[in-house]
Each structure stands twice: as structure tokens, then as C-alpha cells.
Nanobody
Framework: QVQLVESGGGLVQPGGSLRLSCAAS????????MGWYRQAPGKEREFVAV???????DCADSVKGRFTISRDNAKNTVYLQMNSLKLEDTAVYYC?????????WGKGTLVTVSS
């Protein structure tokens, strides 16, 4: 079992920044990928970004140049630095970890971009 706990969400104005964190605990040996999805109201969950244990990253076109994913392997924590936030970034952000054929999810943290 893997437990994921997100933090860092909140209310921010357009153009502002937030940093999300997700700490993994439990049976976390050999975790490779860690990443983020998000789900906006009335929409399906969508991929945001992923990072491998070695530091390779990928992200959705909609966030390229604005969001940066990073991780601290010693702390089993993944981060999502979100800059130049837009109204359409409003969503619940979920941390995920695929491990041994199972995808573990956090409970999510709400990010609201509003003026």
C-alpha cells in the first residue's frame, strides 16, 4: 500500500503562483514515476505532469512553460510549481504513483484561480 498526501492548494488570482506538494509513505520502495492529474468541475480527469526517479519529466501542452514538476527522492515527495495561473487551471489536483500494476491516488487538493 502507498499513501499519498497532497498539500498547497488554495485561492489565487490570475497570474499568481502556487506550489503543490505530495508526500508518499507506506510500501514505497522502487517508486519510479510520480506525477499529477487534475479534474476541473464538470470535466474528466486529465494528465498534468510526471517525473521519473531519475528526473526526466513530461507535462501537458496546456501547462508547458508555466508549471514545473520536481521531486525529492530522499523525502519521497513530488512538487508542482504553478506559475502564471489561469482561470482554466481551476481544478482538484491529484498526486499519483503507478507501482506494480496499481495506480495509487491522493485525495486531491483544490486550486481555485479567481479574481
Amino acid at each position: 500500500q502507498v499513501q499519498l498526501v497532497e498539500s498547497g492548494g488554495g485561492l489565487v488570482q490570475p497570474g499568481g503562483s502556487l506550489r503543490l506538494s505530495c508526500a508518499a509513505s507506506g510500501s514505497i520502495f522502487n517508486i519510479d514515476d510520480m506525477g499529477w492529474y487534475r479534474q476541473a468541475p464538470g470535466k474528466e480527469r486529465e494528465f498534468v505532469a510526471v517525473i521519473t526517479r531519475g528526473g526526466s519529466t513530461d507535462c501537458a501542452d496546456s501547462v508547458k512553460g508555466r508549471f514545473t514538476i520536481s521531486r525529492d527522492n530522499a523525502k519521497n515527495t513530488v512538487y508542482l510549481q504553478m506559475n502564471s495561473l489561469k482561470l482554466e487551471d481551476t481544478a482538484v489536483y491529484y498526486c499519483y504513483v503507478p507501482l506494480h500494476g496499481i495506480t495509487y491516488w491522493g485525495k486531491g487538493t483544490l486550486v481555485t484561480v479567481s479574481s
